[in-house]
């Protein structure tokens, strides 16, 4: 089992920036992709950013060039991940999901809102 918690939303006008972390705990050794995922109201949950071990990673066209998913890190019995995002604009008021997968499951955490608005 992995544990995955959020931290970082929040408010925030258009052009300012935030800075989302994730930490994973449990059977962190299994873990091959960490990533982030957005989901607005009244919007299917949607891909942002994601990145494996070995750090290829992929992004949705609408925040290239203005969101950066960090390396996984390992630090003790934990990995993290974090998302940096700039420019923001009010269509990425969402509520952000860190997603970690292994081999055989995929986890969520609980979510952090970020609402962009002027």
């Known amino acids: 089992q992995v544990q995955l918690v959020e931290s970082g939303g929040g408010l925030v006008q258009p052009g300012g920036s935030l800075r989302l972390s994730c930490a994973a705990s449990?059977?962190?050794?299994?873990?091959?992709?960490m990533g982030w995922y957005r989901q607005a109201p009244g919007k299917e949950r949607e891909l942002v950013s994601i990145?494996?071990?070995?750090?290829?990673?992929?992004?949705?066209d609408s925040v290239k060039g203005r969101f950066a998913i960090s390396r996984i890190s390992r630090d003790g019995a934990k990995k993290t991940v974090s998302l940096q995002m700039n420019s923001l604009k009010p269509e990425d008021t969402a509520v952000y999901y860190c997603?970690?997968?292994?081999?055989?499951?995929?986890?969520w955490g609980q979510g952090t809102q970020v609402i962009v608005f002027s």
């Open positions: 997603n970690a997968l292994t081999y055989g499951s995929n986890y």
């Open positions: 449990g059977s962190i050794f299994n873990i091959n992709v």
């Open positions: 990145i494996t071990n070995d750090g290829s990673t992929n992004y949705t």
